[in-house]
């Protein structure tokens, strides 16, 4: 039982693991261009 | 160098030039301390998730589970899930961490002195300090020799391979801090992600999951798949476990961060349940990577190069680069991530209260980029002549502890216990720093941990019992009576 359990458990979180990283990989971009979007904000306000 | 063709060794380079020229490039955005430390806290929630989860994966971490997967067999499989559960928890509830992140901290021993005093703030800084700087000694040793054995280089040039790993670190470590570590994580996640699923395929195609189960049984019997009765395992680890896994999800520094720079609570708590399916998997790719080395070797291997000669063995030219360079990749946001880590803690929590006064932006910044390198110079002194006693797990584990068991019970104490006080948190980290040292007396390393725990709880009781404070809410602004 214990056997089946892990073999499951490595395929469903092998998946997720495949799933997640590709809408990390995918979403990732917009929220770096955010940051830097962000950052180069509050790096010019004190310049004003 | 025979292992290595010319393909892989330009995948590898190839992979560094990007990531340390990233990490480089975006350095200008870094001007104040909050941009090095917490990324002015304005980190997404996939970006955020990457960069948390790549700065817990190393070579090192593939190492040891893949050390404990050879060992144990399946039970360690209990590991990972425990993890996967804890970060699942504290997602959902905002355990300890939505308090931390809307106070608008920088670091963990910061809401300390706002809870307790400047003292217990110092003293809790030196013990993580100390324990972390220990932590993080083990790893260029246990990495520098999984990638001399997969490249090919003899295990004398092993102080070299150390360096070399180490200078890189340090480019874009001391250069950008938080900042860099962001974009050059994200970088490394997607090439990490792509290597480990890479590995899995060709793992599972050359060994063959049936030959991989047949091995924990002909080898281990009942014990491999049920960790409960393991011989390596037991009872008292998986209660451990389940301290330290919630312990370290909430006031481990290096993933603490994470949430201090996220762009709101919200963000901190959805990082944090996307996670829990990345720690699972961070524990159970490598560990069956182990018992597919137990299963392609047999047992008579040294359990720390099982997962090295089993990846040099079955991986084509070509795929073998990819690993390395996501490897590579991962453990150079694991060390910048940890360096930054401790070093924030060095300089904001010990030196500056030592000077008793307020250093200029540009100081502070200064300040924690001097530590980062002197930080990189003891790991490499400590790698080089310390030996790691049984599993690096176990190891690791441990010394964690000496800080990590003490700041979850004075940190979870101060947030939900209103009698939670000073005399409290101080014997806390005494008792719980003893308990954890046991290990170095030779007492069992979990004994030692779950001793940790138990002994911070009774200080932190007895302390707080014996000496209340005045009634306290801790907000941004500071303390109020």
Redesign the interface.
Known sequence: M??IF??I??FL??A???V??A???W??V???R???A???R??ELPER | MGLFSYLDWVIVILSLVLTAGAGYA?RK?V?KLS?YLV??R?????????SLVSTEIGIITYVYFAELGYAAG??A?VI??IAGIAAYCVGRTGFVIKHLRELEIMTIPEYIQKRYTRGVRMLAGCLMAFGGALNLGIFPKLEASFLNIVLGIRMEHLPVTMAVLLTVVLVYTAAGGM?SL??TN?IQ??LL?IA??VV?VVVLYSVG?SKI?NAVHVHMG?TG??PFTSHELGTAFIIWQVAISFASMTTWQSIAMRSFSSKDTATGKKMFS?TS??F??RG??PM?WGIAALAFFGSHMNHKDALAHLLATILPHGLLGLMVAGMLAASLSTYSGYLLAWSSIISQDIVTPLLRRQLSEKGKLLLTRITVICLTVFIMIWSLVYKVPGPAYFYLNVTADLFMAATFISIVAGVYWKRSSTLGAYLSFIFGAIGAFTFFLHISPISAGLCSFGFAVVGQWAGSMLRPNRRVTVSKEGVRA
């Open positions: 214990w056997e892990w073999i458990l490595f979180t092998f997720g693991f495949c997640v990283s809408l990390i990989a979403n990732g917009e929220d770096l955010q940051l830097f962000q950052l180069k509050s790096h | 975006v955005y001007g941009d990324a002015e304005g980190m997404g929630m996939w970006v955020g998730t990457a399946f039970s499989f990972a899930l900042v962001i974009v994200y996640y997607v992600s480990t699923v899995t999951l189960a009942s798949f049920n996307l399916i990345l699972v998997g159970v790719i069956l």
